[in-house]
């Protein structure tokens, strides 16, 4: 009996070379380079190669250490177990985890995961033995994604290697959706850039989060911020424009907020940051999410301050339309934030004083 590996619905319709760099995220360990982390991984690179019992120790490590210091993580560590445990062919020890899970966790994003785990347990293996890519579909995860991994891992050509990963992505399985991310932290950067961009089309939060922590370049974090906005990773980007110490990652997510609409972080930003970059990149990021309701709140709080006060007037105009700063310009309090209003309007090629036809 040959069997297909169901597609994930939202990959399936996508042209990925066409893709552009949109729930809050507490299911793995936050300490990006320490030994949570590492186990995270070291438990992911396991699974990769078939490794199942060593993933399974490796996540029950992960499992003991977060109950230590994160317990409001640790489904995905039991989650990860349950995985590891069936696709060794413990069916019985990994319902027993899923149970678990569920009891603890009931509202966990990695019940859903469990279920389809538990209801692909007793699908028949394939009888197939052709290994090319095809072939592969119509094998059970726990056949295909060593195989797959495997092909990423070889001296195979760059084209066989984006193929495998393509694959990986349209598996609806978490395991190979974490191989995907896997790559994503890895070091060859056209694989790398292509697996950040599936894994934002899947909606994949806890692994973008993870890739984040794990990459050490503030380029490579940057698409990956952008990533997070496609993937609808607000918070997380919100956590970044407030409290990195890198103004540059502070923009990124805040230009990613924009382009995904979501104002009430930007106002609040532009509002109060004290670092006036951070507050301009804030203000330019309303103007692309058409926040002018925010950028007219804002701009009393910024009357006084001539760059400030330009910006917002540039944002409006991208927000909105001319009429808006127009009325600005006739309502300005004085003459010199008269003035700054209309050096404005003429640089986008309005005159306030040119009578209307």
Do not use: C
């Not at 050096?343 to 004083?353: H, S, T």
């Amino acid at each position: 009996m040959i069997r297909h590996i169901p597609l994930r619905p939202r990959l399936t319709a996508l042209t990925l070379a066409t893709l552009l760099f949109a729930a809050p995220l507490a299911a793995a360990p936050l300490d990006p380079g320490g030994e949570m982390n590492a186990l995270y991984w070291q438990g992911h690179s396991a699974l990769g190669s078939g490794d199942w019992r060593g993933a399974q120790l490796r996540f029950a490590d992960l499992e003991r250490r977060l109950r230590q210091s994160e317990p409001d993580a640790v489904d995905a560590a039991i989650y990860w177990q349950a995985y590891a445990l069936m696709r060794a062919g413990r069916d019985d020890e990994a319902t027993a985890l899923v149970k678990r899970l569920r009891g603890e966790f009931p509202r966990s994003r990695w019940n859903r995961d469990a279920a389809q785990l538990l209801h692909g347990r007793n699908q028949a293996p394939v009888v197939d033995g052709d290994d090319s890519l095809t072939a592969l579909l119509r094998q059970p995860p726990a056949q295909a994604i060593p195989k797959l991994v495997a092909l990423l891992n070889g001296n195979g050509a760059p084209r066989l290697k984006q193929r495998a990963l393509f694959l990986l992505s349209q598996m609806d399985d978490a395991g190979a959706l974490a191989q995907v991310a896997v790559v994503a932290r890895g070091n060859d950067p056209l694989l790398s850039e292509r697996a950040v961009r599936m894994l934002a089309v899947a909606n994949a939060g806890d692994e973008l989060r993870q890739v984040y922590a794990a990459v050490p370049q503030a380029d490579r974090k940057l698409l990956v911020l952008k990533a997070m906005g496609v993937a609808g990773s607000y918070q997380d980007l919100a956590e970044v424009a407030r409290r990195s110490s890198n103004a540059s990652l502070r923009r990124g997510a805040l230009q990613a907020l924009g382009v995904a609409g979501q104002s009430e972080v930007l106002a609040e930003v532009a509002n109060s940051s004290t670092d006036s970059g951070t507050r301009i990149a804030a203000i330019q990021a309303l103007g692309t999410a058409n926040a002018t309701r925010d950028l007219l709140a804002l701009y009393p709080n910024v009357r006084s301050a001539p760059l400030l006060r330009q910006e917002v007037l540039k944002s409006l105009l991208v927000a909105s339309n001319e009429g808006v700063v127009m009325k600005l310009y006739h309502q300005a309090a004085t003459a010199d934030e008269q003035r700054a209003v209309q050096r404005v309007l003429i640089d986008a090629g309005y005159d306030p004083n040119r009578p209307r036809r």
